[in-house]
């Protein structure tokens, strides 16, 4: 029973630990091949101690079209084996040919630029007098509540 139960966890685990796979595309049009792929960045702890940034500018002087950041089949089992411990990802990076594809939007006038300078001036909302509290109606309360009771001494035993 116990060895069954064991081997349902450890099954789970490996199953729960997906593969994941993230695109992020500047718009720029993209090389033939990728530039730069590192099938194994190391991470660690769960991922929370990320791989080491990837230098770009020095093979990709026109700018960067796409990074895929993913972890595959082993770097998950390198993962789950190491308890998440040592987390690898496998990133590629693919350089641009060109620059960014803009829209056929006309760009901004200088007038916008000029009116988000120096905006109008906003005044500040007036306080009725209706919204404050008068002193007087506090200080009945606190007489109130400052009334002395008789002490035990004064009072006489039967």
């Not at 190391?42 to 990709?60: I, R």
């Not at 089949?73 to 308890?83: C, D, I, K």
Request: glycine share 6%; proline share 13%.
């Amino acid at each position: 029973m116990r060895r069954s139960a064991s081997l349902v966890c450890a099954l789970a685990a490996l199953l729960s630990a997906g593969c994941y796979r993230v695109t992020v595309v500047s718009g720029a049009p993209a090389a033939p091949s990728p530039a730069i792929d590192l099938p194994w960045a190391h991470g660690f702890v769960f991922g929370l101690v990320p791989p080491a940034p990837v230098n770009s500018a020095e093979k990709c002087p026109q700018g960067v079209a796409s990074v895929v950041t993913q972890q595959s089949f082993v770097n998950g089992l390198a993962s789950f084996v190491t308890g998440s411990i040592y987390t690898p990802q496998q990133i590629t990076v693919t350089c641009a040919t060109g620059p960014v594809r803009t829209s056929a939007m006309p760009a901004p006038a200088a007038t916008v630029a000029a009116e988000v300078a120096a905006p109008a001036p906003v005044a500040a909302p007036a306080v009725p007098p209706a919204a404050e509290k008068p002193a007087a109606k506090a200080a009945p309360k606190a007489a109130t509540k400052a009334r002395a009771k008789p002490s035990t001494s004064a009072r006489r035993k039967p």
